[in-house]
């Protein structure tokens, strides 16, 4: 099992950045994608950001490009991952639920919500105009 755990969620003002992280820890010997999902009021979860496991290759939802960057750190203690969302132009449709989502199976480039094989419970981000 992997355990995934977000933090770094909070209210900004518009045309702010905002950084996420998003820890992973479990499941030694198996490599995995990251990467970020988010669920606006009334919407269903949409694919942000996700990144390969060696980092790589990075993929964007077409809402988000050229605002935010996505990246991971692998060199933290054995069996732990991070990976960061840069969220930069931040606008008020941008607020949402974000969660942090890890996949070991499936190509590189699928980043739908049948492609996530864990979690993780979610962080609020909140846009003010």
């Known amino acids: 099992q992997v355990q995934l755990v977000e933090s770094g969620g909070e209210l900004v003002q518009a045309g702010g950045s905002l950084r996420l992280s998003c820890g992973a820890s479990?499941?030694?010997?198996?490599?995995?994608?990251m990467g970020w999902f988010r669920q606006g009021p009334g919407k269903g979860r949409e694919f942000v950001a996700g990144i390969s496991w060696s980092g790589d290759r990075t993929y964007y939802g077409e809402p988000v490009k050229g605002r935010f960057t996505i990246s991971r750190d692998n060199a933290n203690a054995k069996n732990k991952n991070t990976v960061y969302l840069q969220m930069n132009s931040l606008e008020p449709e941008d607020t949402a639920v974000y969660y942090c989502a890890a996949k070991a199976f499936s190509p590189p480039g699928e980043w739908m919500l049948r492609s996530i094989d864990y979690w993780g419970q979610g962080t609020q981000v909140t846009v003010s105009s």
């Open positions: 479990g499941r030694p010997g198996t490599t995995y994608a």
